[in-house]
């Protein structure tokens, strides 16, 4: 987890590390494979947890196999582990469609929001911007175009998912 504090998922990566020590936090690091981590698997289905969520879980397990088996050394200068063991995914077999909200869709789910969450909602709705995005816009981020009588926010890429800079347009929004 220090190593790797730069992570925007790192919040996640902890969560998910929590959700596998009771079933293998007690395991010697190459004692935990897709045999120890079957419990664990079965036990996220029970929950009604999607493929998707597990692998996340997996994922960061098969990270830490390879980190141990090409970077870490212990006093001896030697890999954690000489090879990491094969983790597959899960085959994701029941992730919902993606599809566009209807305008009645979209009105009834704001309907169901405090106000203040419907217009970020119609916000987000309306530019794409994620909820840390959102959530964490300053105005000091804002540049005004004035030939078009409007403006723009431009986020800085520490606050954007993937680094980069993001230019968010706005618009004018009629509710529905």
Not at 21 to 28: A, N, Q, R, V
Not at 129 to 136: F, K, L, T, Y
Not at 160 to 176: A, C, F, I, M, Y
């Amino acid at each position: 987890m220090e190593e790797h504090q730069h992570k925007r998922s790192i919040g996640d990566d902890a969560l998910h590390l929590r959700q596998l020590d009771p079933f293998i936090g007690s395991l010697p690091l190459a004692s935990v494979h897709a045999g120890t981590l079957r419990p664990f698997i079965d036990a996220r289905r029970r929950q009604g947890r999607k493929a998707k969520t597990i692998n996340l879980a997996l994922g960061i397990v098969r990270h830490i196999h390879n980190l141990a088996a090409s970077e870490w050394l212990d006093e001896h200068n030697l890999t954690w582990l000489t090879t990491p063991p094969k983790i597959k995914l899960l085959k994701v077999e029941d992730a919902h469609e993606p599809y566009p909200l209807s305008w009645d869709e979209q009105a009834g789910l704001f309907r169901e929001l405090p106000a203040h969450l419907g217009r970020m909602a119609l916000f987000k709705v309306n530019t794409g911007c994620r909820d840390r995005e959102v959530c964490g816009l300053k105005w000091e981020w804002e540049v005004l175009i004035p030939e078009l009588e409007t403006s723009v926010f431009v986020i800085p890429g520490t606050r954007v998912k993937n680094g980069d800079e993001r230019l968010v347009v706005l618009n004018r929004s009629r509710d529905r």
